[in-house]
Protein backbone atom coordinates (compact mmCIF):
# COMPACT_ATOMS: atom_id res chain seq x y z
CA UNK A 1 0.00 0.00 0.00
CA UNK A 2 1.49 3.23 -0.53
CA UNK A 3 0.11 7.08 -0.55
CA UNK A 4 1.03 9.38 -2.93
CA UNK A 5 0.79 13.09 -2.76
CA UNK A 6 0.08 15.98 -5.11
CA UNK A 7 -0.59 19.66 -5.35
CA UNK A 8 2.13 21.49 -3.21
CA UNK A 9 3.81 24.51 -4.01
CA UNK A 10 4.45 28.40 -3.84
CA UNK A 11 1.66 30.74 -3.43
CA UNK A 12 0.90 33.98 -2.40
CA UNK A 13 -0.66 35.04 1.08
CA UNK A 14 -4.65 34.99 0.31
CA UNK A 15 -4.00 32.64 -2.24
CA UNK A 16 -5.32 28.95 -2.46
CA UNK A 17 -3.95 25.80 -3.10
CA UNK A 18 -5.61 21.82 -3.66
CA UNK A 19 -3.89 18.95 -2.15
CA UNK A 20 -4.79 15.45 -3.30
CA UNK A 21 -3.72 12.06 -1.84
CA UNK A 22 -4.32 8.79 -3.59
CA UNK A 23 -3.83 5.38 -2.04
CA UNK A 24 -3.31 2.19 -4.09
CA UNK A 25 -2.02 -1.02 -3.06
CA UNK A 26 -3.82 -3.67 -1.67
CA UNK A 27 -6.37 -2.44 -0.17
CA UNK A 28 -9.65 -3.78 1.81
CA UNK A 29 -11.17 -0.74 3.43
CA UNK A 30 -9.85 2.90 4.05
CA UNK A 31 -11.25 3.91 7.34
CA UNK A 32 -10.04 7.56 8.98
CA UNK A 33 -7.91 9.66 6.76
CA UNK A 34 -6.21 12.86 7.30
CA UNK A 35 -3.88 15.66 6.59
CA UNK A 36 -0.78 16.70 8.80
CA UNK A 37 1.64 19.24 8.48
CA UNK A 38 5.18 20.12 9.88
CA UNK A 39 6.88 23.25 10.15
CA UNK A 40 10.89 23.96 10.14
CA UNK A 41 11.26 23.06 14.44
CA UNK A 42 7.95 22.47 15.20
CA UNK A 43 5.97 19.14 15.67
CA UNK A 44 3.98 17.36 13.25
CA UNK A 45 0.25 18.51 14.16
CA UNK A 46 -2.96 17.28 12.26
CA UNK A 47 -4.72 20.08 10.03
CA UNK A 48 -7.96 17.82 9.22
CA UNK A 49 -9.30 14.66 9.17
CA UNK A 50 -12.17 12.91 7.81
CA UNK A 51 -13.73 9.60 8.49
CA UNK A 52 -15.22 6.70 5.61
CA UNK A 53 -18.81 8.30 6.54
CA UNK A 54 -18.09 11.90 5.59
CA UNK A 55 -17.09 13.28 9.63
CA UNK A 56 -15.04 16.02 9.71
CA UNK A 57 -12.44 17.37 11.88
CA UNK A 58 -10.06 20.61 11.38
CA UNK A 59 -7.49 21.69 13.59
CA UNK A 60 -8.74 25.55 14.95
CA UNK A 61 -6.20 27.32 13.02
CA UNK A 62 -7.41 26.63 9.79
CA UNK A 63 -11.40 26.25 10.58
CA UNK A 64 -13.36 28.57 7.70
CA UNK A 65 -10.42 28.41 5.70
CA UNK A 66 -9.55 24.27 4.48
CA UNK A 67 -11.58 21.52 3.35
CA UNK A 68 -11.06 18.38 3.72
CA UNK A 69 -13.04 15.56 1.45
CA UNK A 70 -13.00 11.88 -0.02
CA UNK A 71 -14.00 9.71 -2.95
CA UNK A 72 -13.70 6.53 -1.54
CA UNK A 73 -14.80 5.07 -4.70
CA UNK A 74 -11.13 6.58 -5.93
CA UNK A 75 -9.03 5.91 -2.70
CA UNK A 76 -8.50 9.49 -2.54
CA UNK A 77 -8.86 12.31 -0.37
CA UNK A 78 -7.98 16.10 -0.86
CA UNK A 79 -7.45 19.16 1.18
CA UNK A 80 -8.80 22.65 -0.36
CA UNK A 81 -6.86 25.63 1.43
CA UNK A 82 -8.28 29.22 0.87
CA UNK A 83 -7.27 32.59 1.99
CA UNK A 84 -3.89 30.87 3.19
CA UNK A 85 -1.08 32.66 5.10
CA UNK A 86 2.67 31.96 5.97
CA UNK A 87 1.88 30.55 8.75
CA UNK A 88 0.19 27.45 7.03
CA UNK A 89 3.81 26.80 5.31
CA UNK A 90 4.92 23.28 6.24
CA UNK A 91 5.46 19.77 4.73
CA UNK A 92 1.73 18.46 4.53
CA UNK A 93 1.39 14.71 4.47
CA UNK A 94 -1.42 12.33 3.93
CA UNK A 95 -2.37 9.94 6.70
CA UNK A 96 -4.74 7.01 6.19
CA UNK A 97 -5.72 4.25 8.40
CA UNK A 98 -6.03 1.18 5.88
CA UNK A 99 -7.59 -2.20 6.52
CA UNK A 100 -5.51 -4.64 4.14
CA UNK A 101 -7.92 -7.68 5.09
CA UNK A 102 -10.35 -7.94 7.82
CA UNK A 103 -8.75 -7.97 10.75
CA UNK A 104 -5.45 -6.14 9.90
CA UNK A 105 -5.33 -2.33 10.03
CA UNK A 106 -1.93 -0.37 9.20
CA UNK A 107 -1.40 3.68 9.67
CA UNK A 108 0.30 4.37 6.44
CA UNK A 109 1.93 7.69 5.73
CA UNK A 110 2.69 9.79 2.04
CA UNK A 111 6.02 11.16 1.21
CA UNK A 112 4.92 14.78 2.01
CA UNK A 113 4.72 17.63 -0.09
CA UNK A 114 5.94 21.43 0.55
CA UNK A 115 3.22 24.34 0.60
CA UNK A 116 5.14 27.60 0.85
CA UNK A 117 3.09 30.93 1.47
CA UNK A 118 5.07 34.26 0.99
CA UNK A 119 4.10 37.16 2.17
Known amino acids: VQLVESGGGLVRARGSLKLSCAAS????????MGWYRQAPGKQRELVAQITSGGSTNYADSVKGRFTISRDNGKNTVDLQMISLKPADTAVYSC??????????????WGQGTQVTVSS
Open 95 to 108: NAFIQVNRTSEFAY
Open 25 to 32: GSIFRIND
